[in-house]
């Protein structure tokens, strides 16, 4: 199977062979004048060029060629030489039962599946999550689906930053503030403890809002205090070191974090197959460190372990890898190395897709020439995929409260009351008991947040602006939801009158707009799969609720006679089934009432 412009493009290819022309200046594109055509070639112009030829003549002798093709209905020469094609009722109509028919709604497999890593969200124990995770969490759980829904073996990872410096200021700072917790602690230190003992003490004495409250205080005093920092570090090297008591402590601190995580992503909507830790490589550091060493890809710089990274070429000088702190730590770029030998034994990934802040882009860039040095990866099988921020109003990165921290579930919370008020000011959900109207409020919650910042280019930093995203009109989530719903509801009716789907057959205008969309997904499909650009599928899912209405308003269902009846729901029901696949492409769920 294969959408309309693969076809056309064979068929005038052919023309263009015929006529002793290159057969690859047949590709048509959608045209830019739908009103005249619905599709385009414009390679009689190079085709002309090369033979030294009248471009119009090239046209029309290809022209020539194609008359008689009875999946056309039209073919005009345009301008200096445009190929116009439009296609006849029965290749349109065709094609609609095609996609009927399909499973995949049009949406074609890639020809070679691959394993794929998504690396995103990345949360951290404590530190409070930013726009960056928001961001990250949003896109990679599209970018996931999206490989996924081609074809590939796609494994998603949440990274969890688990073991870092963060982890030594927490350490103090709970042993400082809690004698009982400082006790236990120092008690399986000195072997003399109970190890479920002092688990009970932490869960009854460190919650995750102490956690949150601490974390600031702690990182602010290791900015200005450098005694306070230098024991943060101290214990972050005898947590790596897995002294007993902080071994147990920061085992506590790591699950209590990740409960409340997963919950909220879920509730976004964002879930991973593998919720691995930063501290998950921890065992591998050492062997990988000796190996690196006895690769003598090493150097010694006052005390830490580095990699040199630079290249010829380089227009400025990237700094090198830190792999050995001079504490004898672990650093963020070295849990990165040994999670990609992690990776390579566990999974053995053909490509990795790390969805992480523009902001981190030297990081990345460091981390993959090493991985390259070091001989675990070939060039390309890494890709960051980078991506702007969300910005308050005043052009900052977003902020809740006061200029308070993002925390996930505040979002989830502020933007469903958003949600509710918009409903009932539209009165929408007034006959929904009170669990569906929640069900259906949530949902437009989610979708107002993903779907504004899906619709942007990832590379494009926004604005959060609640009252637009969450909107029943103009471009956002909400409007899409309330057009899947309103294709449902029609559905329902028609069900309910015993009214059934039948074989596709268009001739109306609004008819052939709604299938040449239709056709069109496989393209988007690609376009975000090749881009690791979700808003090319945003793109579609909104045109293709827009082109709906259209086709709604101009060719009524109920009242037309059987056989158009059949078809118009067939095709209904088929822009439903596709809307409704694109939108779980973007991690979007639509509500059945509102
Ligand atoms: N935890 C990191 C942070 O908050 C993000 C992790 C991104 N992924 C990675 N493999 N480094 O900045």
């Known amino acids: 199977m294969s959408d309309l412009k693969r076809g056309l493009s064979e068929a005038v290819g052919a023309a263009f062979a015929a006529a002793g022309l290159p057969a690859e200046l047949g590709r048509v594109t959608p045209s830019d004048r739908p009103d005249l055509a619905d599709f385009q070639c414009n390679g009689a112009l190079p085709a002309a060029r090369r033979a030294g030829r009248n471009p119009r003549e090239v ?54 599946p691959r394993k794929i890593l998504v690396d995103y969200a990345g949360p951290n124990v404590a530190k409070p999550m930013h726009v960056g995770h928001l961001r990250s969490s949003i896109i990679g759980e599209s970018i996931k689906r999206i490989y996924r829904f081609r074809g590939d073996t796609v494994v998603g990872d949440a990274h969890f930053g688990d073991w870092g410096y963060q982890m030594g200021l927490l350490i103090g700072a709970v042993t400082d503030e809690n004698v009982a917790v400082r006790d236990a602690v120092d008690g399986l230190n000195a072997g003399t403890g109970d190890e479920a ?38 214990l972050t090297a005898e947590l790596q070191a897995r002294k007993p008591g902080h071994f147990a402590l920061w085992g506590h601190f790591a699950k209590v974090t990740q409960v409340a995580l997963e919950r909220d992503f879920h509730a976004l909507g964002v879930d991973f197959d593998l919720w691995k830790g930063e501290s998950d490589v921890d065992e591998l550091i050492a062997p990988m460190v000796a190996e690196l060493d006895a690769k003598a890809l090493l150097v010694d710089d006052q005390g830490a372990r580095i990699i040199r990274v630079t290249r010829q070429g380089d227009k400025r000088e990237l700094p090198p890898l830190l792999v050995v702190s001079s504490e004898g730590s672990a650093m963020y770029g ?104 929640e069900d259906t409020a949530h949902k437009v919650a989610v979708a107002a947040l993903k779907f504004a910042d899906l619709q942007n280019f990832r590379g494009t930093s926004y604005v959060f602006d609640l009252d637009r995203f969450s909107s029943f009109e103009g471009k956002t989530g909400p409007y899409l939801l309330y057009q899947a719903v309103r294709v449902k509801s029609i559905l329902r009716r028609a069900a309910d009158e015993g009214v059934v789907a039948g074989e596709i057959t268009v001739s109306e205008p609004a008819e052939r707009d709604l299938v040449l969309l239709l056709d069109a997904f496989d393209q988007a499909l690609v376009d975000a799969y090749d881009k690791k650009a979700p808003n090319f599928l945003a793109e579609h899912a909104y045109k293709l609720a827009q082109t709906f209405s259209k086709f709604y308003a101009a060719c009524p269902i109920m009242s037309a006679e059987p056989v158009v009846r059949a078809s118009r729901l067939a095709l209904a029901g088929t822009t439903l089934r596709q809307l409704e696949q694109a939108l779980d492409l973007l991690g979007i769920a639509a509500p059945d009432r509102m």
Not at 82 to 98: C, G, H, Q, T, V
Not at 205 to 231: F, H, I, Q
């Open 334 to 437: 070295t849990t990165d190395l040994a999670t990609i030998v992690d990776r390579n034994q566990s999974f053995g990934p053909d490509h990795v897709l790390y969805v992480v802040d523009q902001r981190q882009a030297d990081h990345f860039e460091i981390v993959f020439r090493a991985a390259q040095i070091a001989g675990y990866v070939a060039e390309g099988q890494l890709e960051h995929v980078g991506f702007g921020t969300m910005n308050g109003t005043d052009g900052k990165p977003f902020k809740t409260r006061e200029g308070g921290v993002l925390k996930l579930n505040d979002m989830i919370v502020m933007t469903r009351d958003k949600a509710r008020e918009r409903l009932h000011e539209a009165g929408l959900g007034a006959e929904l008991d009170p669990e569906a109207f």
């Open 197 to 234: 003992k002092a688990v009970t003490i932490f869960e009854a004495n460190v919650s995750l809002a102490d956690l949150d409250r601490l974390y600031p205080e702690a990182a602010a005093r290791g900015k200005t205090e450098p005694d306070y920092r230098d024991r943060a570090r101290k």
């Open 59 to 112: 046209a029309a002798e290809v022209a020539a060629g194609l008359a008689g093709n009875p999946r056309l209905s039209a073919v005009e020469i345009a301008g200096p030489g445009f190929i116009n094609l439009k296609l006849s009722d029965a290749a349109i109509s065709e094609r609609a039962r095609e996609i009927a028919a399909d499973p995949r709604l049009g949406g074609e497999l890639v020809a070679a």
